[in-house]
């Protein structure tokens, strides 16, 4: 089945070009099937590449996927123009009266800041209340997973000495549900990230470790009741997404190390190759289908149940 996405959607052209199965709302409509609704908070700065990224890995499901891009209304990013906002992207005035089958949380560049300090705080605090009466489940990466486990959990966020960058081995290390299924025992994930979660921390409020690394800590953990799934690193990223960070912190001024296990032979001349995607693709799939095997079929439900 393929990826429904907005009309006109500028995306729509990659994901085509990619040979990505994709079907537009008008078609999609006069299919006799209940698609899962995702809901897609992107809060990434490069809103277009994020699209892309996301829409590509949960087109790869058998099943029809509807994706809703969503952005915050107490804070305009700068590198979308506000157009592009009005005509593809919601608030959550627009779809409080909605139901969904996830929320999904991208990561976003303000990780240093105290959650409190981030301008659209008190309304993401908003989203993720909303979300537990209007969302079936949630999905949080990098920053997003981090604000999902600070504001349902308590559990805060620590800083690094210097930021974590580049591609690292994470080893399975519980394989609770299906969300593990084919993978290999230890796979590669981009990191970038200036912050960590505790093992500990997460295992006192009895998460689930789906997979870390001897380096860096926890790379993933679910929470075994609600199937919230918390992934802190960025399997999604492109092959090119590291070295365009990496060329930027170094135009800001930044002593970002070269990233590490990512360009061949760490030479920046070198064209880096996207040996995670594979796993970025089965870990899509299997959340996919253990979301569509646990939800709801009425979503309406959703606000009675909880």
Request: with cysteine; aromatic share 12%; hydrophobic share 35%.
């Amino acid at each position: 089945m393929p990826i429904r996405v907005p009309d006109s959607l500028p995306a729509l052209d990659d994901l085509s070009a990619e040979g990505v199965d994709l079907v537009v709302s008008e078609q999609a409509t006069k299919q006799d099937i209940r698609p899962i609704r995702l809901l897609m908070l992107n809060l990434m700065p490069t809103k277009k590449t994020t699209e892309v990224q996301f829409a590509r890995l949960f087109g790869c499901s058998p099943l029809q996927v509807e994706l809703i891009l969503m952005t915050t209304e107490s804070y305009t990013p700068k590198n979308t123009e506000p157009a592009y906002l009005r005509r593809f992207y919601r608030r959550l005035r627009d779809v409080e009266n909605e139901y969904f089958d996830a929320l999904i949380i991208t990561g976003a560049p303000i990780e240093t800041k105290p959650f409190e300090e981030v301008n659209y705080w008190p309304e993401l605090v908003d989203i993720l209340n909303w979300s537990k009466t209007h969302c079936f489940r949630r999905l949080g990466i990098c920053w997003g997973a981090q604000a999902l486990l600070y504001h349902f959990y308590g559990l805060p966020k620590y800083q690094m000495d210097e930021k974590l960058f580049g591609i690292y081995n994470h080893e399975i290390t519980s394989h609770s549900g299906r969300l593990m299924h084919g993978f290999t025992h230890v796979f590669p994930m981009p990191v970038s990230r200036y912050t960590m979660n505790k093992k500990q921390d997460l295992q006192q409020k009895n998460l689930d470790i789906l997979a870390e690394s001897e380096e860096i800590g926890v790379g993933m953990a679910r929470d075994r009741i609600s199937g919230d799934l918390f992934v802190l690193n960025h399997l999604e990223y492109d092959a090119e997404t590291l070295n365009a960070e990496y060329v930027r912190d170094k135009q800001d001024g930044l002593d970002t190390p070269i990233p590490k296990n990512y360009f061949p032979d760490d030479n920046p001349a070198l064209e880096p190759e996207n040996y995670w995607r594979p796993f970025a693709y089965l870990l899509c799939a299997n959340w996919l289908n253990d979301l569509y095997q646990d939800t709801l079929f009425d979503l309406t439900k959703l606000s009675q149940n909880k």
